[in-house]
């Protein structure tokens, strides 16, 4: 039989799972395509004699908001007796993520025979510590034990399903359709680049759902050339120095040298939260701003009592009270309003701090974080790409 995997990864965790598992499918006599999910990635029809297993990450107790955009790219009713299997990577507890992924699958036209979760350390280094070298060695011997099972299953072709309760099942599917919506977003807001940031740009071509862009600093960005002599040359770690060509000379360098504004990086919309980010810059200058948290929270508020007063003092007044679903309509608009605010603050963060940004003395504030010296995290042998 045929297998191909389709695999998502943020910090690499996943991209391990799924080599694994090809090396596994590979050593029994199968034919294994690889093939990493991008925002443009078009699946093709599968044969009645081919298994697709898609494998992701597990953000919010969820599938990426790009791995359900690949599901539903998959052509309906072109898929009938196929089979496939779903392969959820967590750092902490997959709850309803794979089965989320089952269901969208099972209505492409498969027959999802399969699912499990494989646990390995975790990346969250925007808001926690990654654990250290030897902890995070034993998450991931212990993740590369359910994917090897997995693969048994796989093989031995008996259906088998990852399950949790139906109350573990609601509120985890509510976190992570909320956090698609609008966390992934707000979360996005709260990175910045302070000033050791040499402008490289490594963070915006690794990025795996291009929502990095570089864009000019504020007024008093200085750019800091650490490990860089003052001539352009690098310093080695016995203190020799090589001298670069302008060929080969950092887009900072080449921005100062030619008086251009120095460019920083800047985190859009379509951001996945996948902290890759943020534990591949090298000199560990993407961080989580306390002042955009701020920021952001205050503004969330600030538009959620705007929307929710307006529509209590122009809207509710013109609907005739005792209406048969008034309370429903109510909760549910508000709701909806609640999420608009979210979005809007999101959506409003960067225009905010690049004009604050640009007040004298502003980005010194801006840039100060809490998680500058936590650990980074990326799989081992990872490189991306």
Not at 81 to 86: D, E, F, L, R
Not at 367 to 375: E, L
Request: proline share 6%.
């Amino acid at each position: 039989m045929k297998y191909t995997i389709y695999y998502f990864t943020g910090t690499g965790n996943t991209e391990r799972a799924a080599g694994l598992l090809r090396a596994q499918l590979e050593e029994a006599g199968h034919t294994v395509g690889l093939q990493r999910i991008g925002p443009d990635t078009i699946p093709p029809s599968t044969a009645a004699d081919e298994c697709m297993v898609i494998a992701f990450p597990v953000y919010s107790w969820a599938p990426p908001k790009i791995v359900k955009q690949f599901i539903r790219r998959i052509p309906r009713g072109r898929n009938r007796g196929s089979t496939a299997a779903v392969l959820a990577v967590d750092g902490g507890g997959g709850y309803q993520a794979a089965a989320h992924a089952c269901r969208m699958v099972s209505r492409r036209g498969y027959r999802v025979f399969l699912s499990a979760r494989a646990g390995y350390a975790d990346n969250w280094r925007q808001m926690m510590n990654p654990p250290d070298e030897e902890n995070a060695a034993a998450l991931n011997t212990e993740g590369d034990r359910a994917v090897q099972a997995f693969a048994r299953s796989l093989l031995g072709g008996e259906p088998s399903h990852y399950r949790i309760s139906r109350i573990n099942t609601v509120w985890s599917w509510s976190i992570g359709l909320l956090f698609a919506a609008v966390g992934r977003r707000v979360l996005a807001a709260f990175f910045i680049a302070d000033e050791s940031c040499t402008s490289c740009g490594l963070c915006q071509r690794t990025c795996p759902v291009q929502a990095i862009r570089m864009v000019p600093a504020g007024s008093d960005a200085v750019i800091e050339t650490a490990g860089m002599g003052t001539d352009g040359a690098d310093t080695a770690a016995d203190g020799k120095t090589r001298k670069r060509n302008a060929a080969e000379k950092k887009p900072a360098e080449k921005n100062a040298a030619a008086g251009s504004p120095r460019l920083l990086p800047e985190w859009g919309g379509s951001c996945e939260s996948c902290n890759r980010c943020i534990n591949i810059c090298p000199v560990q200058a993407v961080n989580t701003s306390i002042f955009r948290m701020v920021a952001g929270v205050v503004m969330i508020a600030f538009f959620i009592l705007l929307l929710l007063r307006t529509f209590n003092a122009a809207v509710l007044p013109m609907i005739p009270p005792g209406l048969p679903g008034l309370s429903l309509f109510v909760f549910l608009t508000k709701a909806v309003l609640i999420l608009a605010a979210h979005h809007s603050a999101a959506v409003l963060m960067n225009p905010f701090c690049r004009a604050v940004g640009k007040i004298p003395g502003m980005r010194k504030i801006m840039v100060k974080s809490f998680n500058k010296n936590f650990r980074q995290y990326l799989a081992p042998g990872f490189r991306p790409r």
